[in-house]
């Protein structure tokens, strides 16, 4: 079975250009969450999907990033216009069950992305 | 809110010797505990958690950590440590809401070399 697997691995931008991040979740997991992880900080969380609905976007830094997942299958992650403060790598987790003692979150390798 | 803290972002022991990698945590309502590595050029993998009954948990690759309430830590430990367990650990901490889900909130990390 495949695992979590996010698109690209590395991404080099300029200040003020559009990327966009895919993560693609283990099949038959509803729930997807996006974190982050800056330079020698803690990984922090952003958000959570359940299904394609939205289910806490509460770590969602500000209003240049759009998480979508049409379809409930695999999700992007825009980032429009990118700032300096946004370079870090970017993971992707899965999980079939929300909550309880069989919720595991399985993780992707990352995207780390880089803006200068 | 909860906040999880690992003591010590670099730690060092030799192969053969015992590892012991330090988190501590701050709840108030009974978590549940994660341990995660990251291999270089990896994603995050699973170790162990916990979520109730037994305190001492057993994981993969040897490792195993025991829940203490009233030092509210949750330690990780290999009796002898092996080249390949280079790699840096997160200890983690569900952070629980709405009781439909679970969002996890990470410490800074330690990354663990290991020497001949």
């Known amino acids: 079975e495949a695992g979590v697997t996010q698109f690209p691995s590395h991404s080099v931008i300029e200040k003020g250009q559009t990327v966009t991040l895919r993560c693609d979740p283990i099949?038959?997991?509803?729930?997807l969450y996006w974190y982050r992880r800056v330079m020698g900080k803690e990984i922090k969380f952003l958000l959570h999907?359940?299904?394609?609905?939205?289910?806490?976007e509460s770590g969602m830094p500000n209003n240049r990033f759009l998480a979508e997942r049409t379809g409930g299958t695999y999700s992007t992650l825009k980032v429009q216009p990118a700032e300096l403060e946004d370079s870090g790598v970017y993971f992707c987790?899965?999980?079939?069950?929300?909550?309880?003692?069989?919720?595991?979150?399985?993780f992707g390798p990352g995207t780390r992305l880089t803006v200068l | 809110a909860q906040s999880v803290t690992q003591l010590g972002s670099h730690v060092s022991v030799s192969e053969g010797a015992l590892v012991l990698l330090r988190c501590n945590y701050s709840?108030?309502?009974?978590?549940?505990l994660f341990w995660y590595v990251q291999y270089p050029n990896q994603g995050l993998q699973l170790l162990l958690k916990?979520?109730?009954?037994?305190?001492l948990v057993k994981g993969i690759n040897g490792f195993e950590a025991e829940f203490k309430k009233s030092e509210t830590s949750f330690h990780l430990t290999k009796p002898s440590a092996h080249m390949s367990d280079a790699a840096e650990y997160f200890c983690?901490?569900?952070?629980?809401?709405?009781?439909?889900?679970?969002?996890?909130?990470f410490g800074t990390g330690t990354r663990l070399q290991v020497t001949l």
């Open positions: 983690a901490v569900t952070l629980l809401y709405t009781g439909t889900a679970s969002k996890l909130t």
């Open positions: 987790a899965s999980s079939q069950v929300a909550g309880g003692p069989s919720d595991t979150q399985y």
């Open positions: 916990y979520t109730t009954g037994a305190t």
């Open positions: 709840s108030s309502v009974p978590p549940y």
């Open positions: 999907f359940v299904k394609e609905s939205k289910q806490d």
């Open positions: 099949s038959g997991h509803d729930n």
